[in-house]
């Protein structure tokens, strides 16, 4: 039989790349971490019941409240945020058509506050073309200041991301999700970043390129969460608290976007974390209430509603439009399946070849745009407003004459406009979300759902009006309207969220709680059903899972499974270990010095390996710094890792900074320190089950024994390592046309065997970084 050819130098490389790039990211050990809160909590209230002065009692009554004063801080602090950010973006999107003559910070609404005319402008809006004493109409004028000023936006915006702060770009969501699952990523969550972001949205938002702002909402409401509670020692101390108000400000920043706090809610739960308990629960409905308020007093939009685009429908449904709810889900699972396939393919040419430019590619971005988008008015306004244009009924006053909306006259004209908007639209975003500016997906995708939805209504609404005997449209009555092409706007924007993000039932409330009508509530559930059936026909995981793949963040999917393969598969043979019996403070800082491990085994011996407990690598570089100033140990000071059997309260890590190392300069016992009942489980379990303790229980190693022998060990990185190569091998096998035994016996004879390692170690071990390869825990 044929053999499969050999994998050329490139494509080693690009495996050896994709499965290194889980190396750069530290974790957080949540078993170790809920160890030392509960120690925490154990000692404050030990010292309550023995101390009873009025100090202790300040104490105790702080402790308890301030869980509540962060919260409050944060949401208050997220809905002010969105809020002005809200003000400045309307102000940038009117001034690329001109400015207020009474005030040149107004916008054009603000301008001409209850004297607007049919094109939103009065006599105080002043049109560029009219400075140059031409009129307002004057076409080309208009659209060259239009194009001039979106492209400014967006290079200024893409400056000062690019110098100031570097964190500010994309929508942040993949990487919230990553923080909140334990992935240390510092300067993430940074004041600064917070501070660009906002400016930066604004700006990003203002030049009208395919991108929203409600996905960075969410990366600044956690930046807001994470400034606040670093604030208080509680939160500082603890990663298991600051992720509860991680999940709290994800879920505020989702509310103050959509208006939506119950839907705010609902998406912090479905998409980005899924550890989501009962305290969390309340701390994110507190937090998301407290930041709807802050908003709605604010009251960016001058309406006293929560969102530009929320609107009340009175009619009833027909059973036949089903049909078309069944069209429009359709669209949706296909408009997510295009724009995830394309976008991850623009993304790994961004990263090739566009990564030293992103200043000119948001320049041109930007520039593109706004030529193609100025001659269609569902292209040239912001997608929140035109949203808003789109979702009202025909009888109201707001569109009856929007360019032709709802005359019959105009119907040709429109249909052919809001077709070109969604294509356009939709090629847009596959290429702009992602560029180097702060940018989202929220609400493109539902523009463009909303633009195709508006089409099919108009389409139907024409159909039933020219043949009302049709036998479709016998349930609809004499002389009152029947079709409510707004409505199918609306369905057709909760299809595409649901359809880019995969996500359903916060879609479905999210949707509920702008109209206020649960008249639509079950339209949207079938419209959203068949869009996650088509949409997973193509591939699991939304746009954020692809892009934690694509980026190599190292994060554990809930819907991560690996069947019938035993961890000894995975697991790393070749480990730094500490021996009990001693080892050279020389030696020790050596290892410090020269590895970037976050944790060593402890053993008997290295010859022995009976597994004796398990030592971070803070707390091993705290001791040995302790030691020095305390013990005035030396290079040849002897340390063991002894650990005290009868020692009931053995803590894994220092807890006091007075408890003095036993031992003398020449000999020093660390063994108190050990964390002597670590995570371990037998080479032979599966798999699976040790990707459900790591989802569940979060350790940040599970370490590998036999008859209690260490025979290895394993990490979530190793996980997701060995993953990535069983992907790309199934994506290589699956392209080839010979015999597929042959091929698969052939390429893992020829690279992966060696040594009884597992398969992916031998791919690894081909590299000349064959010790950055063999990584203990991060």
Not at 103 to 111: A, M, T
Not at 325 to 350: D, E, H, P, S, T
Not at 752 to 769: A, G, I, T
Request: hydrophobic letters at 45%.
């Amino acid at each position: 039989m044929a053999s499969q050819p050999e994998p050329s130098h490139g494509e080693l490389e690009e495996e050896l790349a994709q499965i290194r790039r889980y190396e750069d990211f530290s974790t957080i050990d949540w078993v170790k971490d809920a160890i030392l809160e509960r120690y925490r909590q154990s000692a404050l209230e030990r010292q309550n019941k023995s101390d009873h002065s009025w100090r202790a009692w300040w104490k105790m009554a702080f402790e308890t409240a301030q869980t509540w004063i962060v919260v409050s801080l944060v949401g208050a602090a997220v809905g002010l945020n969105s809020a002005l950010i809200a003000i400045v973006t309307d102000w940038l999107s009117d001034v690329k058509m001109g400015y207020c003559s009474t005030g040149w910070w107004l916008n054009q609404k603000y301008c001409c506050w209850e004297i607007e005319g049919d094109d939103g402008g009065c006599e105080y809006w002043v049109y560029w073309s009219q400075t140059m004493g031409l009129g307002p109409d004057a076409f080309i004028i208009q659209w060259l200041f239009y194009v001039a000023l979106a492209t400014l936006f967006a290079t200024t915006c893409a400056f000062l991301v690019k110098v100031l702060a570097p964190y500010a770009a994309g929508s942040g969501i993949s990487e919230i999700k990553c923080i909140i699952a334990g992935f240390v990523m510092k300067g993430y969550l940074g004041g600064w970043t917070l501070l660009m972001k906002s400016v930066g949205l604004a700006m990003a938002v203002a030049s009208n390129l395919s991108i929203g702002k409600e996905g960075p909402s969410v990366h600044m409401a956690c930046c807001v969460g994470n400034v606040i509670s670093r604030s208080f020692s509680k939160y500082r101390t603890s990663k298991a608290e600051m992720r509860e108000i991680l999940t709290a400000s994800s879920a505020a920043g989702v509310a103050v976007a959509f208006g939506s706090p119950i839907g705010g809610v609902l998406f912090a739960l479905e998409e980005m974390t899924y550890t989501f308990s009962n305290r969390t629960l309340w701390k994110s409905f507190f937090c998301a209430m407290i930041a709807t308020m802050a908003l709605q007093t604010m009251n960016p939009f001058r309406t006293g509603k929560l969102v530009m685009f929320q609107v009340s429908y009175d009619r009833e449904w027909h059973s036949f439009e089903y049909l078309f709810v069944v069209i429009i889900g359709i669209f949706g699972g296909l408009y997510g399946a295009i724009v995830i396939k394309y976008n991850v393919m623009v993304a790994q040419f961004r990263k090739k070849y566009l990564k030293d430019h992103p200043i000119t590619e948001a320049a041109v971005l930007a520039f593109v745009t706004a030529v193609v988008a100025y001659p269609n008015v569902f292209m040239r306004i912001d997608m929140t407003e035109i949203m808003g244009i789109l979702f009202q009924e025909c009888e109201s006053v707001d569109t009856d004459d929007f360019h032709g909306l709802c005359q019959e006259s105009q119907l040709a004209r429109i249909c052919v406009l809001l077709l070109f908007a969604t294509m356009l639209r939709t090629l847009g975003t596959i290429i702009s979300y992602g560029c180097r500016v702060p940018c989202g997906i929220f609400v493109p995708s539902m523009a463009i759902g909303a633009t195709f939805g508006r089409m099919i209504g108009l389409l139907v609404k024409s159909w039933q009006d020219a043949d009302p005997e049709f036998f479709l449209f016998s349930t609809c009555k004499p002389d009152v309207p029947c079709i409510t092409p707004g409505t199918y706007a609306f369905l057709g924007a909760a299809a595409a969220l649901c359809g880019v993000m995969r996500i359903t039932v916060s879609v479905v409330v999210i949707m509920f709680e702008l109209t206020g009508q649960i008249t639509y509530i079950l339209p949207t559930m079938i419209a959203l059903m068949v869009t996650r059936a088509v949409g997973d026909r193509f591939g699991t995981g939304g746009i954020a899972d692809r892009m934690i793949r694509v980026n190599g963040y190292p994060f554990l999917d809930k819907e991560d499974h690996v069947y019938g393969v035993p961890v000894s598969n995975v697991m790393q043979r070749d480990m730094t270990v500490l021996s009990s019996m001693g080892m050279r403070f020389s030696e020790l800082e050596k290892i410090l010095r020269t590895t970037m491990y976050r944790g060593f085994p402890v053993v008997q011996s290295e010859s022995d390996m009976t597994l004796l407990g398990y030592i971070g690598r803070s707390e091993l570089k705290y001791l040995i710094e302790k030691a020095k100033t305390r013990n005035k140990a030396h290079d040849s000071t002897i340390v063991r890792f002894i650990p005290d059997e009868d020692d009931s309260e053995q803590l894994s890590s220092i807890s006091s900074v007075d408890h003095i190392i036993q031992g003398s300069s020449d000999v020093l016992d660390f063994g108190p320190y050990i964390d002597q009942t670590p995570i371990t489980v037998q080479p032979r379990l599966y798999l699976e089950t040790v990707m459900d303790m790591f989802k569940q229980l979060g350790p940040r190693v599970i370490l590998l024994e036999r008859r209690g022998k260490l025979v290895g060990l394993v990490t979530v990185k190793d996980v997701l390592k060995y993953m990535a190569h069983v992907e790309n091998s199934e994506s290589t096998n699956g392209e080839a046309t010979r015999d597929c035994g042959d091929v698969v016996a052939n390429f893992a004879s020829r690279l992966f065997r060696r040594d009884n390692q597992p398969d992916y170690m031998r791919l690894r071990n081909s590299s000349d970084e064959s010790h950055e390869m063999h990584t203990s825990p991060h």
